[in-house]
């Protein structure tokens, strides 16, 4: 008997403010794509542009939506997750490679152990220079850049009815740091699948930003982030007199 094809939503955020940054996202399409066997795996596949003045352009492979909200990481990434409907869930950086059978990989811990709700793949340069190596099988753990790939979080759906939705206060950074966070407080098992690989080519996006607008992704999120969970992590506040 013919297995049943697996679906996977796939949500990615793109920003073409330049050809090479569009490249990037094509880049992450096509190898995604070449991936698996489509008669297995199914890729649904939203990417979420905010290159507006791109519109009505779209990527091969999937649906390109440009929202008309300000972005937000955790923001668009819901407006994704909310078009699909398939039982699990891939948010994605633009700035990744997929190796292929990633998927095939990161699905059997959820197939084998009924607790896990969440996972992230390894990357072969990241993760090999923290000293890891693949297919050393599951990490459970808690920890950004390592259980935690933050650039390719996969997970059930059916987390999202005790996790909520992401927290659209966090624009950019510590999105992740609060995703984790609330995995651990809510004792959602998270594993790192070292069989299953995605490379992730780091901020290049990111990178290209100007200086007050790369500030306003990355630094002030701290002020949220220390006050929704500079307390339950321990760091005590005191009132100032």
Known sequence: MASKIKEIDIII???????ELKQVTRNCLTSLMASEDPELIKFNIIVVESQKDLKPF??????TVYPDQPFGYNRYMNIGIAMTSAPY?????????FHPQWATEILKPFNTYWNVSS??????IHHT????????GLL?????????SGWCLFFKRSMLHVTG????????RHASHDYTHLLSALNLVHVLVTSSLVDHL?????????????????????IYYEKKWGYRLGRKWEAIN
């Open 165 to 172: 939705h992401l927290d659209e206060n966090f624009i950019f």
């Open 89 to 97: 869930i891939c948010l994605c950086n633009n700035d990744l490679l």
């Open 13 to 19: 955020l793109s920003f073409a403010q330049t050809d």
């Open 129 to 136: 220079k923290i000293g890891m190596e693949p297919n050393i």
């Open 140 to 148: 459970q753990g808690y920890r950004e850049r390592v259980e935690v």
């Open 58 to 63: 779209q990527y091969e492979y999937g649906q």
């Open 202 to 222: 780091d901020h290049t996006t990111l990178n290209k930003q100007e200086p007050e607008r790369f500030n306003e992704l990355m630094w002030k999120q701290d």
């Open 119 to 124: 996972a992230s793949p390894m990357c072969t």
